[in-house]
């Protein structure tokens, strides 16, 4: 998990806080857990500032006497969305996220003779239905999947632009039908959590305390 000073600094978010959110994030609780065992307990300030902050929620009734476990508090999409810059997910639903399919893939590119433009948003009702058979389950949007695809294309682009070979990007629906995403996973994948954006399963379900009203 990468620590970004800037942003800690950009959004005053206290280092033992910006700890515990990545954590979170990150799906990385067995951290917190080792650290309130084998370091410190984290002030119960720390988390009360995050609640206030818009960052932190935690599902506990009695909110004046808060007590802060590992099962009972969670990052906000406030927190997502400002500081880790992920996709706007809020009411995500097919329409929503077919738009922003359109918006991070090219329009068109450069062509590789030197002619006009190549368009790469062809057959749009075709690309409508692949989409949906790829990220709808249920009749509900598959977020995860959704945001991943984004990210692997704004890894290609990225790839492309620095490799010189923008012009050859697939037109939409065959990468939509050929699944074209699935040849950099394991490279956006890697980059994901170098990083510290990405969520990472853990089996770890134990309850911990943290926090102390001593402070």
């Known amino acids: 998990m990468n620590i970004d000073i800037n942003k800690i600094i950009s959004f005053k978010i206290p280092l033992e806080g910006y700890f515990i959110l990545h954590c979170l994030h990150n799906d990385e609780k067995y951290i917190l857990t080792n650290y309130v065992k084998n370091v410190n307990k984290i002030p119960t300030k720390v988390f009360l500032d995050l609640i206030k902050d818009g960052y932190l929620i935690v599902n506990e009734s009695d909110s004046d006497n808060p007590v802060f476990t590992i099962d009972n508090i969670e990052i906000t999409d406030k927190f997502k969305l400002e500081v880790l810059k992920i996709l706007d997910i809020s009411n995500l639903d097919f329409s929503k996220a077919f738009e922003q399919l359109r918006e991070y893939y090219p329009t068109k590119v450069p062509s590789p003779s030197g002619g006009p433009d190549r ?72 980059s994901l959590i170098e990083n510290g954006n990405v969520e990472i399963e853990s089996n770890v379900n134990n309850k911990t305390m943290f926090g102390s009203k001593e402070f």
């Open 119 to 190: 368009r790469l948003h062809a057959d749009i009702d075709r690309c409508k239905k692949l989409y949906s058979n790829i990220i709808m389950k249920n009749g509900i949007v598959d977020v995860e999947k959704h945001n991943f695809i984004i990210q692997c294309i704004k890894y290609e682009i990225n790839e492309r632009v620095k490799g010189k070979n923008l012009s050859y990007m697939n037109q939409l629906p065959k990468y939509l039908h050929q699944k074209l995403w699935e040849l950099v996973e394991d490279d956006v994948k890697k």
